[in-house]
Antibody, heavy 124, light 106 residues
Framework: QVQLQESGPGLVKPSETLSLTCTVSGGSISSYYWSWIRQPPGKGLEWIGYIYSRGSTNYNPSLKSRITISLDTSKNQFSLKLSSVTAADTAVYYC??????????????????WGQGTLVTVSS | DIQMTQSPSSLSASVGDRVTITCRASQSISSYLNWYQQKPGKAPKLLIYVASTLQSGVPSRFSGSGSGTDFTLTISSLQPEDFATYYCQQSYITEAFGGGTKVEIK
């Protein structure tokens, strides 16, 4: 079965760029959509964005100017970069596979499975 | 943007109770509504997708219904392992999660 694992620094300084990688095992990344979702401590879930295996992306409009999601099919990984971070970006960051009723474009979808999550704290 | 409103934000219930959680969208989202369960310190787990399709491996006591703007998640007989926080999520236009409903032991 497909498993996902996030990795990256747990502490990032304000104004710097947060960089995380999600490694997919048990299946190929060369299909489906691959997503990032975050959860500030004690709060709800916020969708960040996703990338389709063919390279197209869809980002949360509220974060769009600061986000880049990319794919490395040779390593079965996808990555998130979030620039100009502030304390408000402190959260547990999850990666997840996004399944859909059809593929291509931006179809409705759902997230399954999820990685275990990684806490990223923004602090000097 | 489509806003998702869950109610109640929390509830207390006993083992064996029937529990219903509501999710309302600010505009029609057809049937593109999913439900997740999250336990403390764990990642969310998909329960139901496209409003009423039970994810493989999820107990049949969980069910979902609705279309348009109003949706419900029902747990027919609450079990000890069901105490958790539940989130709805729409994917009709971009993605958005509801604020969550915490189900606590009465």
């Amino acid at each position: 079965q497909v498993q996902l694992q996030e990795s990256g620094p747990g502490l990032v300084k304000p104004s710097e760029t947060l960089s995380l990688t999600c490694t997919v095992s048990g299946g190929s990344i060369s299909s489906y959509y691959w997503s990032w979702i975050r959860q500030p401590p004690g709060k709800g879930l916020e969708w960040i964005g996703y990338i389709y295996s063919r390279g197209s992306t869809n980002y949360n409009p509220s974060l769009k100017s600061r986000i880049t999601i990319s794919l490395d099919t040779s390593k079965n990984q996808f990555s998130l970069k979030l620039s100009s971070v502030t304390a408000a970006d402190t959260a547990v960051y999850y990666c997840a596979r996004r399944k859909a009723e059809w593929y291509g474009g931006d179809p409705p979808g759902w997230f399954d499975p999820w990685g275990q999550g990684t806490l990223v704290t923004v602090s000097s | 943007d489509i806003q998702m409103t869950q109610s109640p934000s929390s509830l207390s219930a006993s083992v064996g109770d029937r529990v219903t959680i509501t999710c309302r969208a600010s505009q029609s989202i057809s049937s593109y509504l999913n439900w997740y369960q999250q336990k403390p310190g764990k990642a969310p787990k998909l329960l139901i997708y496209v409003a009423s399709t039970l994810q493989s491996g999820v107990p049949s006591r969980f069910s979902g219904s609705g279309s348009g703007t109003d949706f419900t998640l029902t747990i027919s007989s609450l079990q000890p392992e069901d105490f958790a926080t539940y989130y709805c999520q729409q994917s009709y236009i971009t993605e958005a999660f509801g604020g969550g409903t915490k189900v606590e032991i009465k």
